[in-house]
C-alpha cells in the first residue's frame, strides 16, 4: 500500500463526520492537498473551522471517515491506532500551544522521551544536544511547572526535534506566549525547521507566523483554499 | 523496548513519589495493610493468648475422654511429637467416714495434673483457696468444703474410699476444669492416681472416665488428633479442643473472635474502598502523560507495561511501608494495653503478615484494572482536545472486579463464607439504595439547584453534575460510614449482653435439697441475716428410661453428673426433674405450646431443652418415661425451649406439667448473692441446715467475669483501631475529591467569587452528601447487623432507631468538616497557583 513519497503529505477527499446530539455533523468537506518535503504550511481560520481537526487527522492522532491520508508514504486512513502510533514515533513530531509535557518528568527526560520511545540509541545524550540547541542545556533538571511559559515550549520544540523527524505538525505554537517569547519560540522553530529539512504543518490563529510559512491555506466551515483564493483540492485525485 | 518500559516506569515512579503524587495511592494501599495487619495480627495474638487462658477450664488445650484406658503406644506417639501429656481418672464412688456414707465424684490425677490452669485448696472449709502446685501425697485425699459439712468431717480425718483409708489433708476449693454448671454434681474428692487401683472403686462395672490431657503447638496437636481420629470409637472415645467449649465462658471467647474476624474483614473494605478511590484518581491524573506518549508513537503495548510496572512499583513500597505501620501499631496497642489485659500478646503469627500483603496486592490489582484500563484507552487526540475521557465505559468490569476483590479477600481470610456474603450482599444492597439515590438526587438537585447563584445553588449544581459522574464517592463515603457503625454497634450489643449476662449481684451461693418443712425457717433465718433469696425451683431426682416405651441407652454414656457439668452430649440416666406454672427467665419455647395453652384434657405434658432433644431425638407428642423412686412417670412432650445456658441462673433439661408431679414431695433449690467481704459468714448462714448442700460459685462467676472484661476491653481496641482507619479512609477521601474541585475552584476564584462564597458551596455540597451517606449507611447497617447478630453471632436482632438520626448527622458533620478545610486549604493558595495546578 505504501506510495513512493513524491509528497510527503498527500490527502484524497479526505472528510471527517462526527455524531452529535442533533444528528451527524460533517466537520471537514472533501479536502485533497498535496504537501512537497520540506515545506512549511500555515493554516489558518477561525476557532471551530476545522483547522484543528484537519491536523489530528494528518498528524493519524484520528481516523478519517471517508478519504485517503499518505504520510510520507504511509497510509493513515487504513492503518490502525497501533500502525498509526508507529508512524508518529518513526516520522512526526509534534508542538502544542498547551506544551503538553510530562509534569512528572524533568525537561531533559521530556525531551528523552520520543527517542527513547522511538528505540533511538543514546537518548540522554541527543537530549542533551537538543537542549542545548534550545539555550536551556542549565534547565534539564526542572520539572515543566518550575519553567516559564516561553522555556516550556522551547523543552516541547527540543522534544519535537530530537527524532528527526521528517514532518512536524505545530498547533498554536506561540498561542499562549507573550510577545517576546512568542519571537524567540518563532525564531527557533524555524531555524530548527531548516536546518533539519523537515516539512513543518502549522496551525495557527497568526497572520505574521502563518506569513512566514511558505504556503497558507485558509480553513473555513470545513473547506480549505489556498490563501491566494485557489480552493485546495487543486489536483484531481490520481 | 521493554527495557525502555521499565526506565521509564521507573523514573515515573520516582518522581512523582519524590514529588508527593503518589500519595493518596501509596497511603491507600500502606492504610490497607497496616490496618490489615494490625488488626487481625493483634486479634491473632488477643485470640491466642485467650485461647491459652480459657484452655485453663479444660486443663489442657485438648482432652482425650474414654471408657477405657487408652493404649500407652497413643500417649508415647503424642510425647513423641513434642506434646505434654496428663492423666486423671474420674468416677463416681461411695465414701464413708464413720458411720456417714456419701456419693462422691472421685478424681485421681497423675502429678503432671492439670496442664493448664490452678488446683486451688484451702486449710480450712469455705476459706478462699489459693493455688497449689502439689496434689495430695499418698494415703491423701483432698476434698471439697460441702463434704466437710455433709459428713461432718475435719482437716485431719480419715475418709474411707473403697477398701483404702486416706487422711483428709486439705480442703479442695478449685480444679480447672470443673465446668461451669451450678449443678455440680457431688462433691469432689481428689486422691493420687497410683493409689486408685488399690481401692477397688475402678472394678468391673464401675463407670470411670479416663481423661487424657494435652497440651502443645497447636499445629502439633492438630496433627496427632489426625492421626489419632481412625483409632477413636466414638462410642468410647471423646476429644475435646477449647474451641468446642460451650460454657459461657466459651462463647464469649467465640463471639469476641468473630467480632475480630468481622472488625478485619471490615478494615479489609476500608481499605478496599480507599484504594478504589485513589486507584481512579491516579488514573485520571495521568490521561495527559498518556496522551503524550501515544502521540509521541508509543504503542498500547508499551503504556500498558509503564503503567502496569509503575502500578507494581507503588504496590511493592506500599505494601513494604503498610507492613511496617501495621506492625508499628498493633504493637503500640500491646504496650498501651499491657497494663490492662494481663494475657502475652508476644507470640509472633505469619499469618496476618500473609493476609495483609495478600489483601494489598489484591486490592492494588483488581480495583486498579478498571481505571488502568480506562487510562490505557485514552486516545491521543487528548493532546488536542483537551476534555476528551476514556473511551473504555464498561462499568461492570468495575463492579465486577471490585465485587469479587471483596468477596475474595473476605471468603479467603474467613473461611466464612456465610460471614462474607451477609457483608457482601448488604455492600450491594447499599450501592443499589445509593444508585437509586443519587438519581434522586439529580432530581432534586434540578429544582433545588434553580435561581440566582449562591452557594447552596453552585452545591447543588456540582452534586447534580457529579453524582453521575462520581457516584462512587457517595458510595464510598456511605460503605465507611456503615461498616463503622456495624463495629461499633456490634461492639455496644455484644458487650451489653456479656454484661447482662453477669449483672452485680448474680447469685453466686446455689443451695439445693431443701426440704419442705425447712423452707419457712430458711427464708426468715436468711432474712434475718440480711440476704436475700431467689426463686425456689422445686427438684425431683429421676431416672430417665423411656422414649415411647423405647429404653434410653445410657451405658454408653458417662454417668450423668459428669455430663451436666460439662454441659453438653447428652444426658445421663439421671435427671433433675422441676415444674413450673411458668416459663422460665430467657426460655423461649421454639416449638409446640407452654401449659397455659393446651386444653385442660391434655395428658400431662413436659417441655424438653431443644439440644438435648436434638441429641436425643424427642419430638413434639412423644412419651417420655420416668423413674421417681419407684413409681413411674408418663409425660407426653408439648413442647421444646431454647435455653440460655449463658445466664447463671438454674436451668433444666425437663421442665414438667405441675400436675404431673403433683404427688410427689420435692426438695428445693435456690440460689443467693453474698458480697465477698460477708464470704466469712457463710458457716454461720448455713449452720442451722446441715441436710442442704450448698455450692459456691463464687470463684467461677468471678473468672467469667474477669475474661469478659479483658475481651470487652480488647473489643474496645479493635473498635478504636477500625475508626481510626475509617477516619483516615474518610480523610483520603475528601482529599482526593477536592483535588478533583481544584480546576473549578481556580475558575471561581478567577471570576473574582468571594472566598465565602466557595466555602459556603463546598460546605452545603459535602453536607448534604455526608448526610446522604449517612442515613444510607444507618439503613445499611439495620440490615447488616440484623443479619449478623441473627446469623454469626447468635443473639437477638435488634433495631437501632437512634443511628437513623445519629448517622446522617455525625455523616453531615464529619464529610462536611473534612470538606470545609480541604476547601479552605485550596483557598489559601493564589489564583494564579491554582490556575498553574490545572495544567
Given at each position: 500500500?505504501?506510495?513512493?513519497?513524491?509528497?510527503?503529505?498527500?490527502?484524497?477527499?479526505?472528510?471527517?463526520?462526527?455524531?452529535?446530539?442533533?444528528?451527524?455533523?460533517?466537520?471537514?468537506?472533501?479536502?485533497?492537498?498535496?504537501?512537497?518535503?520540506?515545506?512549511?504550511?500555515?493554516?489558518?481560520?477561525?476557532?471551530?473551522?476545522?483547522?484543528?481537526?484537519?491536523?489530528?487527522?494528518?498528524?493519524?492522532?484520528?481516523?478519517?471517515?471517508?478519504?485517503?491520508?499518505?504520510?510520507?508514504?504511509?497510509?493513515?486512513?487504513?492503518?490502525?491506532?497501533?500502525?498509526?502510533?508507529?508512524?508518529?514515533?518513526?516520522?512526526?513530531?509534534?508542538?502544542?500551544?498547551?506544551?503538553?509535557?510530562?509534569?512528572?518528568?524533568?525537561a531533559?527526560?521530556?525531551?528523552?522521551?520520543?527517542?527513547?520511545?522511538?528505540?533511538?540509541?543514546?537518548?540522554?545524550?541527543?537530549?542533551l544536544?537538543?537542549?542545548?540547541?534550545?539555550?536551556l542545556?542549565h534547565?534539564?533538571?526542572?520539572?515543566?511547572?518550575?519553567?516559564?511559559?516561553?522555556?516550556?515550549?522551547?523543552?516541547?520544540?527540543?522534544?519535537?526535534?530530537?527524532?528527526?523527524?521528517?514532518?512536524?505538525?505545530?498547533?498554536?505554537?506561540?498561542?499562549?506566549?507573550?510577545?517576546?517569547?512568542?519571537?524567540?519560540?518563532?525564531?527557533?522553530?524555524?531555524?530548527?525547521n531548516?536546518e533539519?529539512?523537515?516539512t513543518?504543518?502549522?496551525?495557527?490563529?497568526?497572520?505574521?507566523?502563518?506569513?512566514?510559512?511558505?504556503?497558507?491555506?485558509?480553513?473555513?466551515?470545513?473547506?480549505?483554499?489556498?490563501?491566494?483564493?485557489?480552493?485546495?483540492?487543486?489536483?484531481?485525485?490520481? | 523496548?521493554?527495557?525502555?518500559?521499565?526506565?521509564?516506569?521507573?523514573?515515573?515512579?520516582?518522581?512523582?513519589?519524590k514529588?508527593?503524587?503518589l500519595?493518596?495511592?501509596?497511603?491507600?494501599?500502606?492504610?490497607?495493610v497496616?490496618?490489615?495487619f494490625?488488626?487481625?495480627?493483634?486479634?491473632?495474638?488477643?485470640?491466642?493468648?485467650?485461647?491459652?487462658?480459657?484452655?485453663?477450664?479444660?486443663?489442657?488445650?485438648?482432652?482425650?475422654?474414654?471408657?477405657?484406658?487408652?493404649?500407652?503406644?497413643?500417649?508415647r506417639?503424642?510425647?513423641?511429637?513434642?506434646?505434654?501429656?496428663?492423666?486423671?481418672?474420674?468416677?463416681?464412688?461411695?465414701?464413708?467416714?464413720?458411720?456417714?456414707?456419701?456419693?462422691?465424684?472421685?478424681?485421681?490425677?497423675?502429678?503432671?495434673?492439670?496442664?493448664?490452669?490452678q488446683?486451688?485448696?484451702?486449710?480450712?472449709?469455705?476459706?478462699?483457696?489459693?493455688?497449689?502446685?502439689a496434689?495430695?501425697?499418698?494415703?491423701?485425699?483432698?476434698?471439697?468444703?460441702?463434704?466437710f459439712?455433709?459428713?461432718?468431717?475435719?482437716?485431719?480425718?480419715?475418709?474411707?474410699?473403697?477398701?483404702?483409708s486416706?487422711?483428709?489433708?486439705?480442703v479442695?476449693?478449685?480444679?480447672?476444669?470443673?465446668?461451669?454448671?451450678?449443678?455440680?454434681?457431688?462433691?469432689?474428692?481428689?486422691?493420687?492416681?497410683?493409689?486408685?487401683?488399690?481401692?477397688?472403686?475402678?472394678?468391673?462395672?464401675?463407670?470411670?472416665?479416663?481423661?487424657?490431657?494435652?497440651?502443645?503447638?497447636?499445629?502439633?496437636?492438630?496433627?496427632?488428633?489426625?492421626?489419632?481420629?481412625?483409632?477413636l470409637?466414638?462410642?468410647?472415645?471423646?476429644?475435646?479442643?477449647?474451641?468446642d467449649?460451650?460454657?459461657?465462658?466459651?462463647?464469649?471467647?467465640?463471639?469476641?473472635?468473630q467480632?475480630?474476624?468481622?472488625?478485619?474483614?471490615?478494615?479489609?473494605?476500608?481499605a478496599?474502598?480507599?484504594?478504589?478511590?485513589?486507584?481512579?484518581?491516579?488514573?485520571?491524573?495521568?490521561?495527559?502523560p498518556?496522551?503524550?506518549?501515544?502521540?509521541?508513537?508509543?504503542?498500547?503495548?508499551?503504556?500498558?507495561?509503564?503503567?502496569?510496572?509503575?502500578?507494581?512499583?507503588?504496590?511493592?513500597?506500599?505494601?513494604?511501608?503498610?507492613?511496617?505501620?501495621?506492625?508499628?501499631?498493633?504493637?503500640?496497642?500491646?504496650w498501651?494495653?499491657?497494663?490492662?489485659?494481663?494475657?502475652?500478646?508476644?507470640?509472633?503469627?505469619?499469618r496476618?503478615?500473609?493476609?495483609?500483603?495478600?489483601?494489598?496486592?489484591?486490592?492494588?490489582?483488581?480495583?486498579s484494572?478498571?481505571?488502568?484500563?480506562?487510562?490505557?484507552?485514552?486516545?491521543?487526540l487528548?493532546?488536542?482536545?483537551?476534555?476528551?475521557?476514556a473511551?473504555?465505559?464498561?462499568?461492570?468490569?468495575?463492579?465486577?472486579?471490585?465485587?469479587?476483590?471483596?468477596?475474595?479477600l473476605?471468603w479467603?481470610?474467613?473461611?466464612?463464607?456465610?460471614?462474607?456474603?451477609?457483608?457482601?450482599?448488604?455492600?450491594?444492597?447499599?450501592?443499589?439504595?445509593?444508585?437509586?439515590?443519587?438519581?434522586?438526587?439529580?432530581?432534586?438537585?434540578?429544582?433545588?439547584?434553580?435561581?440566582?447563584?449562591?452557594?447552596?445553588?453552585?452545591?447543588?449544581?456540582?452534586?447534580?453534575?457529579?453524582?453521575?459522574?462520581?457516584?462512587?464517592?457517595l458510595?464510598?463515603?456511605?460503605v465507611?460510614?456503615m461498616?463503622?457503625?456495624?463495629?461499633?454497634?456490634?461492639?455496644?450489643?455484644?458487650?451489653?449482653?456479656?454484661?447482662?449476662?453477669?449483672?452485680?449481684?448474680t447469685?453466686?451461693?446455689?443451695?439445693?435439697?431443701?426440704?419442705?418443712a425447712?423452707?419457712?425457717t430458711?427464708?426468715?433465718?436468711?432474712?434475718?441475716?440480711?440476704?436475700?433469696?431467689?426463686?425456689?425451683?422445686?427438684?425431683v431426682?429421676a431416672?430417665?428410661?423411656?422414649?415411647?416405651?423405647?429404653?434410653?441407652?445410657?451405658?454408653?454414656?458417662?454417668?450423668?453428673?459428669?455430663?451436666n457439668?460439662?454441659?453438653?452430649d447428652?444426658?445421663?440416666?439421671?435427671?433433675?426433674?422441676?415444674?413450673?406454672?411458668t416459663?422460665?427467665?430467657?426460655?423461649?419455647?421454639?416449638?409446640?405450646?407452654?401449659?397455659?395453652?393446651?386444653?385442660?384434657?391434655?395428658?400431662?405434658?413436659?417441655?424438653?431443652?431443644?439440644?438435648?432433644?436434638?441429641?436425643?431425638?424427642?419430638?413434639?407428642?412423644?412419651?417420655?418415661?420416668?423413674?421417681?423412686?419407684?413409681?413411674?412417670?408418663?409425660?407426653?412432650?408439648?413442647?421444646?425451649?431454647?435455653?440460655?445456658?449463658?445466664?447463671m441462673?438454674?436451668?433444666?433439661?425437663?421442665?414438667?406439667?405441675?400436675?404431673?408431679?403433683?404427688?410427689?414431695?420435692?426438695?428445693?433449690?435456690?440460689?443467693?448473692?453474698?458480697?465477698?467481704?460477708?464470704?466469712?459468714?457463710?458457716?454461720?448462714?448455713?449452720?442451722?441446715?446441715g441436710?442442704?448442700?450448698?455450692?459456691?460459685?463464687?470463684?467461677?462467676?468471678?473468672?467469667?467475669?474477669?475474661i469478659?472484661?479483658?475481651?470487652?476491653?480488647?473489643?474496645?481496641?479493635?473498635?478504636?483501631?477500625?475508626?481510626?482507619?475509617?477516619?483516615?479512609?474518610?480523610?483520603?477521601?475528601?482529599?482526593?475529591?477536592?483535588?478533583?474541585?481544584?480546576?473549578?475552584?481556580?475558575?471561581?476564584?478567577?471570576?473574582?467569587?468571594?472566598?465565602?462564597?466557595?466555602?459556603?458551596?463546598?460546605?452545603?455540597?459535602f453536607?448534604?452528601?455526608?448526610?446522604?451517606?449517612g442515613?444510607?449507611?444507618?439503613?445499611?447497617?439495620?440490615?447488616?447487623?440484623?443479619?449478623?447478630?441473627?446469623?454469626?453471632?447468635?443473639?437477638a436482632?435488634?433495631?437501632?432507631?437512634?443511628?437513623?438520626?445519629?448517622?446522617?448527622?455525625?455523616?453531615?458533620?464529619?464529610?462536611?468538616?473534612?470538606?470545609?478545610?480541604?476547601?479552605?486549604?485550596?483557598?489559601?493558595?493564589?489564583?494564579?497557583?491554582?490556575?498553574r495546578?490545572?495544567?
Amino acid at each position: 500500500m505504501s506510495q513512493s513519497p513524491e509528497y510527503v503529505i498527500k490527502t484524497r477527499d479526505v472528510t471527517k463526520v462526527v455524531d452529535t446530539t442533533e444528528g451527524e455533523l460533517q466537520i471537514l468537506q472533501p479536502i485533497s492537498i498535496d504537501v512537497n518535503p520540506g515545506e512549511t504550511v500555515a493554516i489558518v481560520g477561525a476557532s471551530g473551522s476545522g483547522k484543528s481537526t484537519l491536523l489530528s487527522l494528518l498528524a493519524g492522532l484520528d481516523e478519517v471517515s471517508s478519504g485517503e491520508i499518505f504520510l510520507d508514504g504511509a497510509p493513515l486512513h487504513s492503518l490502525d491506532e497501533e500502525g498509526r502510533a508507529q508512524v508518529r514515533g518513526e516520522k512526526v513530531g509534534f508542538i502544542f500551544q498547551s506544551f503538553m509535557l510530562v509534569q512528572s518528568l524533568t525537561a531533559l527526560e521530556n525531551i528523552m522521551l520520543p527517542a527513547e520511545i522511538a528505540g533511538l540509541e543514546a537518548p540522554r545524550e541527543r537530549a542533551l544536544e537538543a537542549l542545548q540547541q534550545v539555550g536551556l542545556e542549565h534547565r534539564g533538571g526542572h520539572y515543566p511547572n518550575q519553567l516559564s511559559g516561553g522555556e516550556q515550549q522551547r523543552v516541547a520544540i527540543a522534544r519535537a526535534f530530537i527524532t528527526q523527524p521528517r514532518i512536524l505538525f505545530a498547533d498554536e505554537p506561540t498561542g499562549n506566549l507573550d510577545a517576546s517569547n512568542s519571537d524567540k519560540v518563532e525564531k527557533l522553530l524555524f531555524d530548527l525547521n531548516r536546518e533539519s529539512d523537515t516539512t513543518l504543518i502549522l496551525v495557527t490563529h497568526d497572520p505574521s507566523l502563518a506569513q512566514k510559512c511558505d504556503r497558507q491555506l485558509q480553513m473555513q466551515a470545513g473547506v480549505l483554499t489556498e490563501i491566494n483564493g485557489q480552493k485546495a483540492p487543486q489536483r484531481e485525485a490520481s | 523496548m521493554n527495557r525502555m518500559s521499565a526506565n521509564l516506569a521507573w523514573r515515573l515512579f520516582r518522581h512523582e513519589a519524590k514529588r508527593g503524587e503518589l500519595t493518596i495511592i501509596l497511603f491507600a494501599i500502606m492504610l490497607s495493610v497496616a490496618a490489615v495487619f494490625s488488626l487481625s495480627m493483634f486479634s491473632e495474638r488477643l485470640q491466642s493468648a485467650l485461647t491459652a487462658q480459657t484452655a485453663a477450664f479444660i486443663a489442657a488445650d485438648r482432652v482425650l475422654d474414654a471408657r477405657h484406658p487408652v493404649d500407652d503406644a497413643w500417649l508415647r506417639e503424642a510425647r513423641q511429637r513434642g506434646i505434654n501429656t496428663a492423666h486423671q481418672v474420674y468416677t463416681r464412688s461411695m465414701v464413708f467416714a464413720g458411720d456417714n456414707m456419701q456419693l462422691v465424684s472421685l478424681r485421681a490425677p497423675d502429678n503432671a495434673y492439670p496442664l493448664k490452669g490452678q488446683v486451688k485448696v484451702a486449710a480450712q472449709p469455705f476459706e478462699p483457696g489459693v493455688t497449689t502446685e502439689a496434689l495430695p501425697g499418698p494415703k491423701e485425699a483432698w476434698i471439697e468444703s460441702r463434704l466437710f459439712q455433709l459428713m461432718g468431717l475435719s482437716i485431719g480425718d480419715v475418709l474411707e474410699v473403697g477398701t483404702q483409708s486416706f487422711q483428709v489433708t486439705k480442703v479442695l476449693s478449685e480444679v480447672p476444669d470443673a465446668g461451669f454448671s451450678l449443678f455440680g454434681g457431688d462433691p469432689k474428692v481428689m486422691i493420687p492416681r497410683a493409689d486408685l487401683e488399690a481401692t477397688g472403686v475402678i472394678g468391673p462395672g464401675a463407670r470411670v472416665t479416663y481423661s487424657y490431657y494435652f497440651t502443645g503447638d497447636s499445629d502439633d496437636l492438630d496433627a496427632y488428633y489426625e492421626w489419632l481420629r481412625p483409632k477413636l470409637d466414638r462410642e468410647i472415645h471423646r476429644w475435646m479442643s477449647v474451641e468446642d467449649d460451650d460454657s459461657p465462658l466459651g462463647r464469649s471467647v467465640g463471639r469476641a473472635e468473630q467480632y475480630f474476624l468481622l472488625a478485619s474483614l471490615l478494615a479489609i473494605v476500608l481499605a478496599a474502598v480507599s484504594i478504589a478511590v485513589a486507584a481512579q484518581r491516579y488514573s485520571q491524573r495521568h490521561y495527559d502523560p498518556v496522551a503524550i506518549m501515544k502521540t509521541l508513537g508509543a504503542s498500547r503495548g508499551m503504556v500498558q507495561r509503564v503503567y502496569l510496572l509503575q502500578i507494581t512499583l507503588i504496590t511493592a513500597l506500599g505494601l513494604l511501608l503498610g507492613g511496617l505501620a501495621g506492625y508499628l501499631i498493633q504493637q503500640g496497642v500491646i504496650w498501651a494495653i499491657a497494663d490492662s489485659v494481663p494475657v502475652d500478646l508476644s507470640a509472633w503469627h505469619w499469618r496476618p503478615l500473609w493476609i495483609a500483603l495478600f489483601t494489598g496486592v489484591i486490592c492494588a490489582v483488581l480495583f486498579s484494572l478498571y481505571p488502568l484500563l480506562k487510562l490505557f484507552s485514552i486516545s491521543p487526540l487528548r493532546v488536542l482536545r483537551r476534555d476528551m475521557g476514556a473511551t473504555v465505559s464498561a462499568r461492570f468490569i468495575q463492579f465486577l472486579a471490585a465485587g469479587s476483590a471483596i468477596l475474595i479477600l473476605m471468603w479467603a481470610y474467613s473461611q466464612n463464607l456465610r460471614l462474607s456474603l451477609i457483608l457482601f450482599l448488604s455492600g450491594i444492597v447499599l450501592v443499589a439504595l445509593l444508585l437509586l439515590v443519587t438519581f434522586g438526587l439529580i432530581a432534586v438537585g434540578r429544582r433545588l439547584g434553580q435561581g440566582k447563584i449562591g452557594a447552596w445553588q453552585l452545591a447543588w449544581a456540582r452534586i447534580k453534575r457529579r453524582a453521575m459522574d462520581n457516584s462512587v464517592q457517595l458510595i464510598s463515603f456511605s460503605v465507611t460510614i456503615m461498616l463503622l457503625l456495624v463495629v461499633l454497634v456490634m461492639r455496644n450489643d455484644m458487650i451489653q449482653q456479656w454484661r447482662d449476662q453477669l449483672p452485680q449481684g448474680t447469685p453466686n451461693y446455689f443451695m439445693i435439697n431443701i426440704t419442705d418443712a425447712q423452707l419457712p425457717t430458711l427464708e426468715q433465718h436468711f432474712a434475718a441475716q440480711n440476704v436475700s433469696l431467689d426463686t425456689f425451683y422445686p427438684v425431683v431426682r429421676a431416672r430417665f428410661v423411656a422414649i415411647n416405651g423405647e429404653q434410653v441407652r445410657t451405658d454408653v454414656r458417662k454417668e450423668g453428673e459428669e455430663e451436666n457439668q460439662r454441659g453438653r452430649d447428652g444426658l445421663g440416666r439421671e435427671a433433675n426433674l422441676t415444674w413450673s406454672d411458668t416459663l422460665q427467665y430467657e426460655n423461649r419455647i421454639t416449638q409446640g405450646v407452654w401449659w397455659s395453652e393446651r386444653p385442660d384434657d391434655a395428658p400431662s405434658g413436659v417441655s424438653v431443652e431443644a439440644r438435648a432433644a436434638e441429641r436425643m431425638d424427642i419430638k413434639l407428642g412423644d412419651v417420655l418415661t420416668f423413674n421417681v423412686g419407684s413409681e413411674v412417670v408418663d409425660v407426653t412432650v408439648s413442647s421444646i425451649r431454647e435455653v440460655n445456658w449463658q445466664t447463671m441462673q438454674p436451668n433444666f433439661f425437663f421442665v414438667l406439667e405441675p400436675q404431673a408431679m403433683a404427688d410427689f414431695l420435692p426438695t428445693y433449690m435456690t440460689s443467693f448473692h453474698l458480697p465477698s467481704d460477708r464470704k466469712p459468714q457463710i458457716t454461720e448462714l448455713m449452720r442451722p441446715f446441715g441436710n442442704v448442700t450448698l455450692f459456691d460459685v463464687d470463684a467461677r462467676i468471678n473468672q467469667l467475669r474477669n475474661i469478659v472484661d479483658q475481651v470487652s476491653m480488647a473489643v474496645e481496641f479493635i473498635l478504636v483501631l477500625v475508626l481510626a482507619a475509617g477516619s483516615l479512609v474518610l480523610i483520603a477521601q475528601v482529599q482526593a475529591s477536592m483535588d478533583e474541585r481544584q480546576q473549578e475552584l481556580a475558575i471561581l476564584r478567577t471570576l473574582g467569587a468571594k472566598g465565602g462564597l466557595i466555602r459556603g458551596s463546598v460546605l452545603v455540597e459535602f453536607l448534604i452528601i455526608g448526610a446522604v451517606a449517612g442515613l444510607m449507611a444507618a439503613l445499611a447497617n439495620e440490615l447488616t447487623l440484623y443479619l449478623l447478630q441473627t446469623q454469626i453471632f447468635q443473639m437477638a436482632g435488634s433495631v437501632h432507631w437512634q443511628y437513623w438520626l445519629v448517622a446522617p448527622l455525625v455523616g453531615a458533620g464529619v464529610v462536611g468538616l473534612l470538606g470545609a478545610a480541604g476547601c479552605w486549604r485550596l483557598l489559601t493558595l493564589n489564583t494564579s497557583t491554582l490556575l498553574r495546578k490545572m495544567v
